[in-house]
């Protein structure tokens, strides 16, 4: 059974950045595209940044040119680097396999404020 773990979120002043890290379990990691989403207070989920198992990235504008996508397939890992962060990317962020709607982990809070 696919377990995710997210960390690495916490409290940050705009501008500052966070390195967020998701380790799976229980699937063949390397075979499938991996995603990071994010909801904030009384939004629907979205998606942020995504990842195919070949490493092509994709990112909507909201968060292009500031947040980069990477993973580890031997760490069977997937990461988030945020950087110049905005008070609007204040939320509980989730990594899933992309596409998936079910699995999801616990998620890590990130909260951008002064």
């Known amino acids: 059974q696919m377990q995710l773990k997210e960390s690495g979120g916490g409290l940050v002043q705009p501008g500052g950045s966070l390195r967020l890290s998701c380790a799976a379990s229980?699937?063949?990691?390397?075979?499938?595209?991996m995603a990071w989403y994010r909801r904030a207070p009384g939004k629907q989920r979205e998606l942020v940044a995504s990842?195919?198992?070949?490493?092509?990235?994709g990112y909507p504008d909201s968060v292009k040119g500031r947040f980069t996508i990477s993973r580890d397939n031997a760490k069977n890992t997937v990461y988030l680097q945020m950087n110049s962060l905005k008070p609007e990317d204040t939320a509980v962020y989730y990594c899933?396999?992309?596409?998936?709607?079910?699995?999801w982990g616990q998620g890590t809070q990130v909260t951008v404020s002064s």
């Open positions: 899933n396999i992309h596409g998936r709607n079910d699995g």
């Open positions: 229980g699937i063949i990691f390397r075979i499938y595209d």
């Open positions: 990842i195919t198992r070949g490493d092509i990235t």
